[in-house]
């Protein structure tokens, strides 16, 4: 350079012309932050109970694990269609159709690398710059990504805890405007655990169709319910033709690392997203393909077993926290956390959750990793033992106990 100064690989992008505004703003998953932070203290001799993390705590199940080596072994190694086998489309088609209650062809089904897919691909295919989409706060941080990498304006609306983190209808409305494009769900929710009662999703697919807008509605969570099903928007009249499901493999079947996800939506969309993943991923792994189709085929006996072990841990979980002065937290009635209110303590949720970790050797998620409205709360993941929920219960209490 003119002056002689280094070359810093930061700089090196902004010396060529700078980096997309599409990728500029994009900020990693808040539990990586922590999860390496917790390894830092591991390496040091800490035991450390990890309940930051989204995945269950089981393997695979046998059988669907034992369907995928065989695939391998059968030399099943090569480039399926990009949309999925048609096997598993169709598989998936009456699947997911017969769960909700509506018809499902197999040419509406796309099958990707994990759900994430079904989440980015049909946003990048449908917004425009300067379309607004609205989302929930607190939420699963990829909505705000998938948004601006599209062009488009992210718009937050809050969750109410008091209204079982179900959306702030009243500011909902208040967000509508004729930028709307797209409104974005997810019931069971990921950080609060929250589901949303019908009359909520009503109000929502009313203003849908008045307003001509999509929604996706992000199911991923939609068999680890406790109490009641979750009921999906998509079942509502006129909604079917307007909505993506999005859902995959990797709660219900225990497949995080398989990368097995898909979407649901109007079949002309579903072309579009194909074109994507063709020229994007290519195709999922043919393996992991006919690993998932073991899954809908085979029994369901042990995901039935797992959700049941869920819910043991949630009530025990939740009673280890309310147990605790100050702190307070909801019954989640669906996936597989527990969103506590600690704004009692007077600090940042953030400060909380490097406290935690530091002074209690638990690592949790301030709900500030899920936006700003989820301040005063922390998220953890109760897919762990009994004996380890029980003790990060003791653990945090002794430790919140000194502020
Ligand atoms: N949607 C929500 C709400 C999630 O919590 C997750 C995973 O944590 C996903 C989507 C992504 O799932 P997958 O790992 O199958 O891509």
């Known amino acids: 350079m003119e ?4 070359i810093m690989p930061d700089q090196t992008a902004r010396g060529l012309g700078g980096f997309s505004e599409r990728v500029r703003e994009l900020t990693p998953e808040g539990a990586y932050h922590v999860l390496a932070k917790a390894q830092a203290f591991e390496a040091a001799g800490r035991r450390i109970i990890h309940l930051e993390i989204g995945q269950p705590d089981a393997p695979t199940f046998e059988h669907i694990a034992r369907a995928g080596v065989r695939a391998i072994e059968a030399g099943e190694t090569r480039y399926t269609a990009a949309a999925g086998l048609p096997a598993l489309r169709a598989a998936i088609a009456e699947d997911a159709g017969r769960r909700r ?31 607004e989409v609205i989302f929930p706060d607190p939420g699963f941080p ?11 304006v992210p718009a937050p609306v809050p969750l109410r805890e008091d209204h079982d983190f179900s959306y702030d209808l009243e500011i909902f409305d208040q967000k509508l405007n004729r930028r709307t494009r797209m409104i974005v769900l997810n019931s069971p ?6 589901v949303m009662p019908l009359p909520a999703l009503e109000h929502i697919a009313k203003a849908a169709v008045e307003r001509d807008l999509w929604v996706l509605s992000d199911e991923i969570y939609a068999r680890l319910v406790y109490d009641a099903p979750a009921p999906s928007i998509a079942s509502l009249p006129g909604m079917q033709e307007r909505t993506i499901l999005c859902d995959g493999f990797s709660k219900i079947y225990a497949m995080t690392g398989w990368r097995l996800g898909f979407g649901i939506m109007p079949e002309a969309l579903a072309e579009r997203v194909e074109l994507l993943l063709t020229h994007s991923v290519g195709s999922t792994a043919n393996f992991t393909q006919l690993a998932g189709l073991q899954a809908i085929r085979g029994p369901q006996g042990p995901a039935e077993e797992v959700v049941a072990r869920y819910r043991e841990r949630r009530d025990a979980l939740v009673a ?17 956390y527990a969103f506590p209110n600690v704004s009692a303590f007077g600090r940042s949720a953030e400060w909380l959750a490097d406290y935690l970790l530091e002074e209690a050797g638990v690592a949790v998620l301030p709900g500030t990793a899920f936006g700003l ?25 002794e430790a919140l106990a000194e502020l």
Not at 320 to 330: E, K, M, S, T
Not at 376 to 388: D, F, K, P, V
Request: proline share 9%; hydrophobic share 35%; charged share 15%.
């Open 3 to 6: 002056n002689g100064e280094t």
């Open 101 to 131: 209650g509506i018809s499902v062809q197999p040419s509406q089904v796309v099958v990707g690398p994990g759900a994430k897919p079904a989440l980015f691909f049909p946003t990048l295919a449908l917004i425009r710059p300067g379309d």
């Open 142 to 152: 990829t909505y705000e990504a998938m948004v601006r990498v599209a062009g488009g």
């Open 189 to 194: 929710s990921n950080p609060t655990g929250g």
């Open 320 to 336: 280890g926290l309310n147990a605790i002065p100050r702190a307070r937290c909801r019954l989640p009635q669906g996936a597989f």
């Open 373 to 397: 409205n989820g301040e005063g709360h922390l998220r953890l993941c109760y897919a762990n033992s009994l004996e380890n929920l029980q003790e990060a219960s003791a653990r945090m209490g």
